[in-house]
């Protein structure tokens, strides 16, 4: 009886060998996983955790805050690389092409302005930004002396890279709960950097802020959740976008704060002074709790 379970254990023990040894094989017919040596489906399951509920009696004191993201400095290169998603990217998307493509879904609602009233459609989003111009084409002659010319219609639309940067409105507030100080991300806002060739041939280019999406919505959570960011150290970390913004992984700088005359820092100060003002803002929030534990 002994010999019967010894051996009946052993032929299980060789069975599951066999089996995890077979599912270990990537180029197994039917597979066709080629370009990984395991299957990474696991980002694709998870979703947003909720924030915790927070009552309006335990909000002691609430400061709004604006501020910006450059996607051009180093650190915050992971926004926005790659920019083309048809070239071998490892299964990596930058920021804007995952809220585009999330938008163009219905995935997410996208607004106007940063106070979520007034919905902006996919479809309006992709008219405002296709412009059509006329471009005159001198004509030369073989002594490559001017005899004429022609205008020739061109058509501009939404490039992905030419966004180099987005706007967070978030609030900044203290609960008595456990008497910290802490911040919400309430909304983002796409910043388009639109170029223009003027009549002297020099191209100018400004920012102008597309739509605004809401932080948090747990649509728009589910959706960056999703995605992950790229990790120098660790190219298996599963850390999200939504992470992302959790754990504040960003460098920043900012341009407004709530005040009386509901007016951004560069209405009143340009240049050093605006610098300067923007960094006194983050000092003062930053003073906010260290304050209230002196005696």
């Not at 270990?24 to 597979?31: N, R, V």
């Not at 597309?210 to 992950?228: A, E, S, T």
């Not at 050093?272 to 930053?286: G, M, P, R, V, Y």
Request: glycine share 2%.
């Amino acid at each position: 009886m002994k010999k019967l379970l010894f051996f009946l254990g052993m032929f299980i023990f060789a069975s599951g060998l066999s089996v995890s040894y077979a599912q270990s094989i990537i180029d197994d017919e039917g597979d066709h996983n080629y370009n990984d040596f395991y299957k990474k489906d696991q980002v694709q399951g998870r979703e947003a955790i909720p924030y915790a509920y927070l009552r309006e009696s335990d909000v002691v004191w609430e400061h709004l805050v604006w501020r910006t993201i450059d996607f051009r400095e180093k650190f915050n290169q992971f926004f926005y690389f790659p920019t083309d998603p048809s070239k071998d990217t490892q299964g990596r998307v930058n920021l804007v092409n995952v809220i585009m493509k999330a938008l163009e879904k219905e995935q997410i609602t996208a607004y106007e302005t940063d106070d979520m009233v007034k919905v902006k459609t996919y479809q309006e989003l992709m008219a405002s930004l296709l412009r059509v111009d006329s471009v005159y084409v001198p004509e030369y002659d073989e002594y490559d002396d001017e005899i004429g010319g022609h205008y020739v219609l061109t058509t501009e639309e939404f490039e992905p890279e030419n966004v180099y940067s987005v706007y967070l409105k978030e609030a900044w507030y203290i609960d008595k709960q456990d008497t910290r100080q802490k911040v919400r991300i309430l909304s983002l806002c796409v910043v388009y950097n639109r170029c223009k060739t003027r009549d002297d041939n020099e191209r100018t280019c400004d920012p102008t802020p597309l739509f605004w999406i809401p932080m948090n919505d747990m649509r728009v959570r589910n959706v960056l959740v999703k995605n992950l960011v790229y990790d120098e150290r660790n190219s298996h970390a599963e850390r999200s976008y939504d992470d992302i913004f959790i754990d504040r992984y960003f460098d920043s700088f900012c341009y407004r704060e709530s005040n009386v005359m509901n007016r951004p820092i560069s209405a009143y100060l340009t240049g050093t002074d605006a610098i300067l003002e923007s960094q006194a803002i983050e000092d003062e929030i930053w003073n906010i709790e260290s304050d209230m534990w002196e005696y």
